[in-house]
């Protein structure tokens, strides 16, 4: 059998390395368009602000694919997948034919597309390339701005801040990750980003870049302000990687709708992680969701049934975990806009800086924010994950340490 994978980051790696024990024989071609893969994006931003060294990104070494047995194609670009002949087609004119086909293609940084985007000194954060042109595109700089309060544009705007720039972030809505937080997780968010030195400023998005010599040197606010900088990083969501299924009918910017086994429309093709659209645990929709663990976990569900196993996705639950400077948020499940129907428990201790938000559905529980006690995450997640009956609203102030 002729497997190949198409990305090896936290999806393929482990589709390719469940697939391995599915088929000990099988061919399995990892192809990546990353001359290095097999590093940890999430610690990008802590390479960014100094907190670790470049070595400490790697989570495999040199001889990984050998090892395993996979026939690796590293920097090379896959331009397109043809169904109807079972191929692959790179950038080089290789041709890489298939029985299984797996896409773990992940996705990239949107840009807004605002004129004065093409300027030097403006920047997008997704991989080590990305990090290597900021790094030393900040030589000179003063004053940068981060355009998006998502969880990835927060990390980056401190790691800025603790190398020492004067750093403005830009949130469009009315706060900081709007999809996560409720209005008094949010405050307590914004606080301590004040706290940090950065200089957020709500319901500000840029309309237009002005450079000078070809280098950017200040936006254009939707207020009209004008705001100096001499660096300025795009982080306002990504966009699934799939230009090479152009005409297939299989997927789209959106991503690749899949099956509960993590099958395409075209049952020889399978999706996982960053450029899938999977079910989700807890709604009826689906849409992508960009976390490595559900890249990891839709990698194994994958790789199992390409080897010939039957595997269901469970569904996925969203989660995520924010720590700045001390100042930690877990949350996770459905966020406040969809549990306006819910019972919510809400407890906050303004002493102490924590609070906790529990939405519960029908007696489980469907929603979580810890703030600043976040050491019973995990005994959450695993209500939700399983969706256990939870402990009657949980007593207010049981679980927190
Ligand atoms: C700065 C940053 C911080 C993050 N922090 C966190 C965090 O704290 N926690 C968390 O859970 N998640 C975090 N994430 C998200 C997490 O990194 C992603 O969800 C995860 O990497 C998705 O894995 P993936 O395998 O689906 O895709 P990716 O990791 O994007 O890998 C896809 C690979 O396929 C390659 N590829 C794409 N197109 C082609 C092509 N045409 N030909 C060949 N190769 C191709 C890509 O170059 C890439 O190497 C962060 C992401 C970033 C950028």
Redesign the pocket.
Known sequence: MRYVI?????????AAETLRQWDPQGSITV????AQ?LY??????YL?SGEIRPEKVWLKGADYFQEWGFEA?LG????QVVPADREVR??SGRVCPYDRLLI??????KVPGIPGEDLEGVFT???LA?WRRLESGLEGVRQVVVVGAG??GL??ADALMRRGFEVTLLARGAQPLSRMLDATAAAMLMDAVATMGIDLRCHSWPVALKGDGGRVKKLILNSGEELPAQAVLF?VG?TA????LEGTGLGDPGGILVDRKLRSRDPRIFA?????RPHHLLSPGQWP????????D??RVAGANMGGGSRLYPGLLP????SLRGFKIISGGLGPHDTKDCEIVAELDQSRGHYRRLAYREGRLVGLTLVGAVAHAGIYFQLMAQGLPAPEPVTPGLLWG
């Open positions: 198409i990305g090896a980051s936290a999806a393929g790696q482990a192809i990546s368009d990353e893969p940890s994006r999430p610690l990008l931003t960014l194609r090379e670009e896959v331009v790179l950038a773990a293609s992940g996705a990239r940084p954060l997704r991989n990305d969880a990835v990390k980056t982080s990504v990687n799939v230009d090479f996982a992680g960053d450029c899938c969701y960009h976390i490595w663990p559900a890249a990891v839709q990698g989660q995520n975990s924010l």
